[in-house]
Each structure stands twice: as structure tokens, then as C-alpha cells.
């Protein structure tokens, strides 16, 4: 599938005095996709969003938007919708007038605005809130109303910065949904800024990770859960645990401790090689037979309602989280048996061969 | 207990001088006396109509509305500089625009004065007009600042993002979110104009007189309660605006006070 | 917003460009007045003549030296006395519950600040003077009355100061006190007071200062007996025509009021006055 570039970023550089916010940034968007940018805080999620918007300017690189060089045409004039984090919604005006502003600037009629202001209230599901005021609404609604009016002027492509952060959960989880829902049957091109990894997840087409200014892997969800390109990436993706171990032949590698474990990669590994190997804590299993069991003392336990986290300790003293649907009848301190089957193993990114020797 | 009667009788101090005023504004005799022999209005009538306090009331009118208006815009677009844009020298401007405020009343009085003789502006109401935008400036820089700094920059690219130039972002956001901090500004002007006394002493003439000079002059030259009746009318104009612009603008939020709690 | 985000809007340097000519203005007639400073007396004349350091001997002669003395000590007295004053008040505001007390000791704190020199300092004439209340010692065109004027007009410049010092410490140091044994009293000595040395300090100076160029206070009150500096000025300038002798007195006032207000930067930061 080859869909047409929306947003292209090439080689976006940004710096706050010594501070790299964005490190030659390379970035295609498509069109009608809705692609996440995610990572920790600091990381330059919102300075790209705000290249994008027109709000900073890039010290260098180049932004596109249909193919175009937008990079000094400032924000006003870009024809983006953005919805902010704070919403940023005008609280000298009414709900009607905030969302009818882009399109009276635009010089629509007082009218023919009120048409489309109803429109945008009720494809957001606030039919008839035009004039309330924004402070006198929930978070939730709050947040419709920015997506109404940034949506409102059919912007070519719809920028989201962390517009869920301010929720409660189960709100959040539920305006998730709806932003989604929303987002296909609008078919906008979307970028979506969050440091929530479920968020990303649940949400995206593709997600970029990003870290200190640079993109560290782009990819479908299912791509970077499962292929993490780099350790950042698989930390960051989930809580996992991090195993390092040397490569003894092409299916066994050995812990410091030196414990043996088969491991199937579909590819065999180098023999001498150092690699560090992942394990997504779905796929510890405790107490089972299946390949690789190990003796292990339980540290803690942790129930968290539809799951519960237990921290196990290996024989050489390495810890190993594991995940088990529902409750456990386990107690810090128990002696058990853990297993991870051979194919459970991710080794992040193709790297050079001889790399993390030594 | 005790500590409430110490504040009341402290705000008794505070206020004792505008009781005797206004007992004093109704003394129906010209020598003051106490309790008061009888009750008239005659020091209202003669402080209406007295002709130097007509025209100093006009002068003052004139001076504190050119005044106010003129530094207004000067001192919001010095206000949206300094904390907008945080020049490198913001600083330093910040406590050269606030300076007059520590100026000695009399060093800035006679030096305006100098340079008024040396232009011929003596009896013109224009440097009046020019000390008093100096002296109110600073009032109007730091409410319209603190404004500004409430003011949450990401409305504006908000404005931006939904097509508006930085122009029209100022008119149809900027501005009308400032209106608070605006009114602020001008009551703090007018209320400083107003009462402006020192320095225009220096630079006032009979011809171009405001009222604290002229009323200066009267309390100087007569004793009787004529001044009493003027001080009355403007006691009871300075607790209406105050009283107002504390439902309007809560005061203490301008001041800092209180809110911890 | 700082950097190249685009801030909206005109330039800054625009946007400073009209009060930085109304800076410019004031900067010329103090100029004016420090020029004067050093040009020759010429009596009966506005005329002057050329440079001279004369009016700054005059101004350190012992019949003039006595005024800035009296200054001085007027100023010191009024501020330790407007601190005593104002600290209670200041307090009652900080910790009013109610919004509605709060704006009753606000308007009442402020009116006076807001009614005007003259006014204000006319109704002291009336209370001072015998017509009202009758005074075991004469206080009005005495020092002592020219001082409670002083306090007076203090005080509402130090209950802002000092109520907002006050509002800025947090009500839990004083509960902790509190929680720990510390009576009222103690609380007040060893918590309330010490965290509020900031507000003392920077109310202290503000008032000192202000206090040192008082002008209508002591011209009114102290009916030409008692004279601060500001009255000297007044009386070389308006009355004897002596623009230079009057300009050299303003100066000493001036650079001694900004000497003190530097002091008072240096003493607490740069948090403003
Ligand atoms: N206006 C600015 N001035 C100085 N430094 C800035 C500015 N804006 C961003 N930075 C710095 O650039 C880096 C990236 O910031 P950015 O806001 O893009 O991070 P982010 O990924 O959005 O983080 P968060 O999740 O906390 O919002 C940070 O180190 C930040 O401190
Ligand atoms: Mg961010």
C-alpha cells in the first residue's frame, strides 16, 4: 500500500540553547491515517507538533504539507486544526462562537457558520451546548468542543497534543473510542501526541517512538510491541524484563548465572555474540512446564484486578516480571517454577554483528 | 479578643481623620466647632461655587482624562513587551518604567518645572499633561502585566491555528481577555491623576491649576469648612470607585492577599 | 514565548518605543534639575550663571544641615511606628476567612491611600487642631503631629506590603507549630513573624524612603515650623526663586532615596517593592 504523503518532515532540527529538542527529524504522514507520536516527557513531541503547526520554527529541515514547503508560512495560514492540551478554548465566548471562529475568520456568514457550528456540536455529541460556556462544561466536554472546533474548518490534517491527559481514566478510555470513531468517519489525517503507550497502541496506524529528539522506530503497534527496534523502544513499549546473556550456539544462550535457556528466534543467533534478550511479561509463565522452566523465589506480588504482576527472583538473583490474568494464590517468599517458552524471546533491532561484545 | 480590639482600634485611627471631615463639612458656622452647632449645607454650595475650584475641577478633568487615555496604550503595549516577549533587558526596563514611582515628588516636580520655564509651557496644561502620563505609567504597566501574564499564550495560537492573523488574534482574543486588567489600568490612572498634588504644584499655575493645588492653596489661605465639604465629596467619589472596583476586579487578587489558606 | 517561536504580534522594540519616549522625557527634566544644580544663584533673577559647586555647600550649612537631620529622624520614627500600626491589620487581612471582610479591611485600607494628599492631610489639620478634640499637649505645627500625619500616611503602603508577605506563608507552618505545642504567641515570634522578615525589611525601606520626600504632610502639619526636605526644596524653588539652591537640595534628596531603594534591592532580591 502506497497512500499518499500528507505531512513530510525532512531532517527537522530544533534547538533551546543547548537543549536538541529535534535531532534532524524524518517523518512522512499519510493521508487518512492517524499516526502517534510517543515517548517520554521531554522527548520533543510537542516541538514537532509545533513545527508542524507553524507555531516554532525549525532552525533547519524542511516542512511539507501536500508536497509543498510550508516551513515559513506561519500557523494562520497552514489550515491545520490543532486541539490543545489545556483545550486553550476562548473563555470570553460561547461554545457556538468558539467553534464558529475559524470559520468566521474565513469570512463565513454569521449563518451559514451557525450551520456548521451545529454540525461539528453534534458529530462530537454535544448538540445544543452552543451557548453554554466553556467553564461552565467537564473536562470531557470540554475537550468535544475543542475537537469540534478544530475539526469545524476541515483542516487538511487534525494535530492532538496529549488531548486526553487531563481525563480521569475511564473518561479517557472512553473519549478514546470516540476520538477514533471520529477520526475514521471524518477520514482526516491525524497526528496524535501521547506518552501513553496503551494510548499509542489502542489508537494509532502507526506509531513513532521517539527519544531525545530523534525518531527510534516507526511502525503499526503490532510491529513495535513485538519488533522493538531498539532496548529503548522495548522498555518503553510495555514493562518488560531485560535479560543479558552470551550466545552459546545458535539455539542457547547462557545468564551471567549460568543458566541455559533455548531460545528461537526464527533465525539462529551468532555464537560469542552478547545479546539482550526481552521478555514481555505475558509471556512468563509460573508454575508451568513448558520450555526453559526455572527455579524462582517470588518477591512480590501485585494485583491489579484483571491481572496480577508478580516479580520473580532467578537462581543467579535476575528478576523476571510476569503477568497472569486474574488473581494468584501466591505470597512473596514461595518457591516456584517459571517458564518462558523458546519463541517468547525478543532481541531488539538488527544490529551490526560484533556490537555489545566485551 | 484582644488582638481583634487592637484592629479595631487601629482601623479607628485609619479612619478618624475622614469622620472628622465629613462631621466637619456639615458645621454650620465657619469656625469649626465640636459636636457641631447646628447643621447646614452652605460649605457645599460654597465649595461648588467657588470660581478657582470651577476651573481647577475643569483643568483636573482635562488633565486626568488626556493623561489617562494617553498612557493607557503606551503602558499596555510596554506591559505586552516586557512580558510577552521578555527582551534581554526586561529587567532593567521593567525598573526604569516603574522608576517614577520612586522619584522624590519634588526633584521630579522642579525639574519639569525647569524645563517648562525653558520651553514657555508654563501656564499650558500640557505639562500637566505630560508629568502626569510619567507619574501614571507605572500603575498602568503593572496591572495590565499582571494581565498578561494570566493570559494563557496558547489562546492565541489557538486563534492562529483556526486561521486568525496575529492581528486578528490580538482584536477578537488578546484584547477582550485583557479587558479586566485594561479597566484596572485606567482606574489606577485616573485615581493617581486625580489626586496628584507635588508635582504639579511645581508646574501649576492660577491659569492651568488642578484641584489638590487649588484646594492646597485654599487650605492655606482659609480656615473655614469650605475645604471640608470638598474633601466630603471627594472621600465619598474615592470609597464609591474603590467599592466598585473591588466587586469588579476583587482587589485583593491585584494585591496578593489572602487566598492561601 | 522565547526563541524563534513566533511570538504574535508587533516587535518589542516597537511596542517599547512609546513609553521609552516618555521615559526619555522624564530623563530630560531630571536632567534639567541636576544641571541646575551646579548653575550659579543669581538673586531676584531666573537667569543663572555658570557652574558652580556652591549650592551643595549651601545645602551642608548647618541651618539647612538641621533639616535633613529632622528628616531623618521624622523618617525613622514614622516607620518603626507604621510597622508596629500596620503589622495587625496586615495580619487580620492575610488571614480574613471571608471574602467579604477581607474587601471591608481592604476598602478601608485603601480609601485613605486613594483620597489624595491634600484631603488627607487636611482632615489631620482638623483633628489635630483643637476645634474638635481637645489635646492635653499642642500637636498640631509640632513635630509630634507632623509624625502621626506621617504614620498615617504609611500605613496603608505597609499593610499591602506586609499583608501580602503574610498571605505568602503557608497557614500549615503555623498549624505544624501548632500540632507541636507552640502557644498563639510562640507561634506568632518564632514562625509567623521570621517568615514574614522579608515584608518587614521591604516595607520598612519603601516607607523610610517614601517618608524621606514627604512633601504635603509636614508642609500642612508642621505650618511652617517643622520642615523636611521636600518643603525646603519647595520654599528655595516656589517662594525665594532660588532654582539652583532648590535644585541641589532635590538632588541629595534623590540620589538619597535611591541610594536607600538599592539598599533595599540588594537587601531582598529582585522580587519587586
Ligand atoms: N520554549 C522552549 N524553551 C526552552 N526549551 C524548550 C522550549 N520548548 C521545549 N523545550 C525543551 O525541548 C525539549 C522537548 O520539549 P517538548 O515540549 O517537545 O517535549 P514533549 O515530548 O512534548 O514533553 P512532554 O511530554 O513533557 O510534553 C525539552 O527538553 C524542553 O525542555
Ligand atoms: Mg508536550
Known amino acids: 500500500m502506497m497512500a499518499r504523503t500528507v505531512v513530510q518532515l525532512e531532517r527537522v532540527t530544533k534547538s533551546y540553547g543547548a537543549v536538541r529538542a529535534l535531532d534532524a527529524i524524518e517523518l512522512a504522514v499519510y493521508e487518512g491515517e492517524l499516526l502517534s507520536l510517543l515517548g517520554p516527557s521531554g522527548c520533543g513531541k510537542t516541538t514537532t507538533l509545533n513545527v508542524i503547526a507553524g507555531f516554532v520554527e525549525p532552525d533547519a529541515g524542511r516542512v511539507s504539507i501536500d508536497g509543498s514547503d510550508v516551513t515559513a508560512v506561519p500557523a494562520y495560514r497552514r489550515g491545520l486544526g490543532v486541539v490543545f492540551q489545556s483545550y486553550a478554548l476562548f473563555p470570553h465566548m460561547t461554545v457556538g462562537d468558539n467553534v464558529a471562529f475559524g470559520l468566521r475568520e474565513r469570512g463565513m456568514s454569521r449563518r451559514d457558520a451557525a450551520t456548521r457550528v451545529g454540525e461539528a456540536l453534534a458529530l462530537v455529541r454535544l448538540p445544543g451546548m452552543a451557548d453554554a460556556r466553556p467553564q461552565q462544561l467537564s473536562g470531557g466536554m470540554q475537550q468535544r468542543v475543542a475537537l469540534a472546533r478544530a475539526l469545524v474548518i476541515r483542516p487538511r490534517v487534525l494535530l492532538l497534543d496529549e488531548p486526553l491527559a487531563a481525563l480521569d481514566k475511564k473518561l479517557r478510555e472512553d473519549m478514546r473510542a470516540e476520538l477514533r470513531d471520529i477520526q475514521k468517519t471524518v477520514g482526516i489525517t491525524t497526528i496524535f501526541v501521547t506518552h501513553d503507550q496503551h494510548e499509542a497502541l489502542g489508537l494509532s496506524d502507526r506509531i513513532a517512538v521517539m527519544n531525545a529528539g530523534r525518531i527510534e522506530q516507526l511502525g503499526v503497534p503490532r510491529e513495535i510491541y513485538e519488533r522493538p527496534a531498539t532496548r529503548f523502544v522495548a522498555d518503553f513499549i510495555g514493562a518488560s524484563s531485560v535479560l543479558t546473556a552470551r550466545v552459546l550456539d545458535g539455539q542457547t544462550v547462557e545468564l551471567p548465572g549460568g543458566l541455559r535457556l533455548a531460545v528461537d528466534l526464527g533465525r539462529p543467533l551468532e555464537p560469542g555474540r552478547t545479546v539482550e534478550l526481552i521478555v514481555r511479561p505475558e509471556r512468563v509463565q509460573l508454575g508451568g512446564a513448558g520450555g526453559n522452566a526455572m527455579a524462582a523465589t517470588v518477591a512480590s506480588v501485585m494485583y491489579l484486578g484483571d491481572h496480577t504482576e508478580v516479580r520473580v527472583t532467578l537462581a543467579g538473583g535476575l528478576r523476571i516480571l510476569a503477568a497472569v490474568r486474574g488473581a494468584v494464590a501466591l505470597n512473596a517468599g514461595d518457591a516456584i517454577t517459571v517458564a518462558i517458552a523458546p519463541d517468547a524471546f525478543l532481541v531488539p533491532g538488527e544490529r551490526p554483528a560484533g556490537e555489545g561484545r566485551g | ?261 | ?273
Open chain 3, 1 to 273: 514565548m522565547r526563541g524563534t517561536a513566533r511570538p504574535s504580534g508587533l516587535p518589542a522594540f516597537l511596542l517599547l518605543a512609546p513609553s521609552l519616549l516618555v521615559l526619555a522625557i522624564f530623563a530630560v527634566a531630571l536632567g534639567a534639575l541636576f544641571q541646575f544644580a551646579f548653575l550659579e544663584f543669581i538673586p531676584g533673577s531666573l537667569k543663572t550663571g555658570g557652574l558652580t559647586d556652591k549650592n551643595f555647600r549651601a545645602v551642608l550649612a548647618p541651618q539647612y544641615l538641621r533639616y535633613i537631620w529632622d528628616t531623618v529622624v521624622l523618617s525613622a520614627a514614622t516607620t518603626v511606628l507604621a510597622l508596629v500600626a500596620s503589622y495587625p491589620i496586615a495580619y487580620a487581612l492575610a488571614r480574613a476567612e471571608s471574602r467579604r471582610l477581607r474587601s471591608l479591611l481592604l476598602v478601608l485600607t485603601l480609601a485613605p491611600f486613594f483620597t489624595g494628599a491634600i484631603v488627607r492631610t487636611y482632615a489631620w489639620m482638623l483633628v489635630l487642631g483643637s476645634s474638635f478634640i481637645t489635646w492635653p499637649v499642642k500637636l498640631l505645627f509640632e513635630p509630634s503631629g507632623v509624625l502621626v500625619g506621617l504614620v498615617h500616611f504609611s500605613m496603608p503602603t505597609m499593610i499591602l506590603i506586609l499583608a501580602a508577605a503574610i498571605s505568602h506563608v503557608d497557614t500549615t507552618y503555623e498549624r505544624a507549630a501548632a500540632s507541636l505545642g507552640a502557644s498563639p504567641r510562640r507561634i506568632f515570634w518564632r514562625v509567623t513573624l521570621p517568615l514574614t522578615m522579608p515584608g518587614v525589611a521591604s516595607g520598612s525601606l519603601v516607607v523610610f524612603a517614601w517618608t524621606f520626600s514627604a512633601f504635603p504632610t509636614p508642609e500642612l502639619l508642621g505650618g511652617g515650623k517643622v520642615k523636611m526636605i521636600a518643603n525646603v526644596v519647595k520654599d528655595l524653588a516656589l517662594d525665594s526663586f532660588n532654582w539652583p539652591g532648590s535644585a541641589a537640595f532635590a538632588a541629595v534628596a534623590l540620589v538619597l532615596t535611591l541610594g536607600l531603594l538599592a539598599l533595599l534591592g540588594r537587601a531582598i532580591g529582585t522580587r519587586g517593592v
Open chain 2, 1 to 261: 479578643m484582644a488582638g481583634r480590639l487592637v484592629v479595631a482600634a487601629l482601623l479607628l485611627f485609619m479612619t478618624l481623620p475622614t469622620v472628622v471631615v465629613i462631621v466637619a463639612s456639615f458645621n454650620a458656622t465657619a469656625i469649626l466647632s465640636f459636636p457641631p452647632q447646628g447643621v447646614s449645607l452652605r460649605w457645599y454650595e460654597n465649595a461648588l461655587t467657588y470660581p478657582q475650584f470651577r476651573k481647577a475641577a475643569v483643568n483636573s478633568v482635562i488633565v486626568t482624562a488626556a493623561s489617562a487615555l494617553l498612557a493607557l496604550p503606551v503602558g499596555t503595549a510596554a506591559a505586552l513587551a516586557l512580558v510577552r516577549h521578555r527582551p534581554r533587558a526586561a529587567t532593567a526596563l521593567n525598573a526604569m518604567l516603574l522608576s517614577p514611582l520612586v522619584i522624590p515628588g519634588v526633584a521630579a516636580g522642579l525639574g519639569f518645572l525647569i524645563v517648562a520655564a525653558g520651553l514657555g509651557l508654563l501656564q499650558s496644561r500640557w505639562i500637566l499633561i505630560v508629568a502626569h502620563v510619567v507619574l501614571v505609567l507605572p500603575f498602568v504597566v503593572r496591572s495590565v502585566a499582571v494581565s498578561v501574564a494570566n493570559l494563557d499564550p496558547m489562546l492565541e495560537r489557538a486563534a492562529a491555528s483556526l486561521g486568525a492573523s496575529p492581528w486578528r488574534a490580538f482584536r477578537r482574543v488578546t484584547l477582550p481577555l485583557l479587558r479586566p486588567g485594561l479597566f484596572a489600568a485606567l482606574l489606577f490612572a485616573v485615581i493617581v491623576s486625580m489626586n496628584e498634588f507635588v508635582v504639579s504644584l511645581f508646574i501649576s499655575t492660577r491659569v492651568n491649576e488642578i484641584l489638590p493645588v487649588a484646594m492646597f492653596t485654599y487650605v492655606v489661605n482659609y480656615t473655614d469648612p469650605t475645604m471640608a465639604a470638598l474633601s466630603t465629596l471627594f472621600i465619598a467619589a474615592t470609597f464609591v470607585v474603590v467599592f466598585v472596583a473591588d466587586r469588579l476586579l476583587d482587589l485583593s487578587r491585584i494585591f496578593q492577599i489572602g487566598g492561601r489558606h
